[in-house]
């Protein structure tokens, strides 16, 4: 089963550590640690689900969705030049898996290496089996270099994506907002809020694109991210931008 798959099941609220103790190593495998994984990247705690990745690893190293998750993770630390070297430890054991060549095409294009980034790029899409983060790594790729062409690739990945829609639609908005279209991402966002009601990641990325366009219903939905991850300072920093432009808008409205 695609790993993506398992973001139906998820939950947010806060387990007791005691009561997670007491559950025992035995129900701790391969699946505890992916599940928690997927949960630490819905909450923007990047570390923690890598850190989980990697355990998952260390139980049954053939867990292709952890080898992926692992490279994401790295690529959303910044660590591009790690990402690329995991992705080639992941190519040994599934070489020329579309996916991973997508993934490292993502680090190299992060890391400002394009023409590495296209060929790696070129080389996913050709294989069979193409999953929704090729398509999305080409997107990014294309954004980059402001072609209309990234948008054909979004709807490609999301009309492919099946039940994990939500998923591919939240990278998609990440990469849409981070490239400045606002508007096209909260589209999807608000889509995928619906599904994952409790994810800090999701409340950010609409927060960030509603403060960015200046629309005043952006202060309440970052609070929504911080109730579900207190002090993340990315979404505080984003609230603090947003009260800032507040409070000028109504200084020289006056």
């Known amino acids: 089963m695609n790993g993506m798959d398992r973001f139906s099941q998820l939950e947010f609220e806060e387990v007791n550590?005691?009561?997670?103790?007491?559950?025992?190593?035995?129900?701790?495998?391969?699946?505890?640690?992916?599940?928690?994984a997927l949960k630490y990247w819905l909450a923007g705690e990047f570390d923690l689900a890598l850190r989980n990745y990697s355990r998952v690893l260390e139980r049954n190293n053939t867990t292709f969705d952890a080898w992926a998750g692992q490279v994401l993770m790295l690529i959303e630390l910044g660590e591009y030049r790690e990402a690329i070297v995991w992705s080639d430890k992941a190519l040994e054991l599934?070489?020329?898996?579309?996916?991973?060549?997508?993934?490292?095409a993502m680090a190299y294009?992060?890391?400002?290496?394009?023409?590495?980034?296209?060929?790696?790029?070129?080389?996913?899409?050709?294989?069979?089996?193409?999953?929704?983060?090729?398509?999305?790594?080409?997107?990014?790729?294309?954004?980059?270099?402001?072609?209309?062409?990234?948008?054909?690739?979004?709807?490609?990945?999301?009309?492919?994506?099946?039940?994990t829609a939500a998923v591919v639609k939240l990278e998609a908005a990440r990469l849409l907002r981070k490239k400045g279209n606002y508007s096209s991402a909260i589209a999807h966002l608000n889509d995928v809020v619906k599904v994952f009601p409790k994810s800090a990641l999701v409340w950010y990325e609409l927060g960030s694109c509603q403060s960015k366009l200046g629309l005043s219903q952006a202060r309440a939905t970052l609070e929504q991210s911080l109730k579900f991850h207190p002090g993340w300072n990315v979404a505080e920093s984003a609230l603090a931008k947003c009260q800032g432009r507040g409070f000028f808008r109504k200084l020289f409205g006056r």
Not at 17 to 36: H, L
Request: proline letters at 3%.
């Open 94 to 104: 599934f070489p020329e898996h579309p996916e991973l060549l997508a993934t490292k």
């Open 109 to 163: 294009c992060r890391d400002s290496k394009m023409e590495k980034a296209i060929a790696y790029s070129d080389n996913s899409i050709t294989k069979d089996n193409i999953t929704s983060r090729v398509w999305l790594a080409r997107a990014e790729i294309l954004l980059n270099r402001k072609s209309s062409i990234a948008q054909n690739c979004i709807s490609k990945a999301i009309s492919i994506a099946g039940n």
């Open 17 to 36: 550590p005691e009561r997670k103790r007491a559950q025992g190593e035995a129900v701790r495998g391969a699946g505890y640690f992916y599940k928690q």
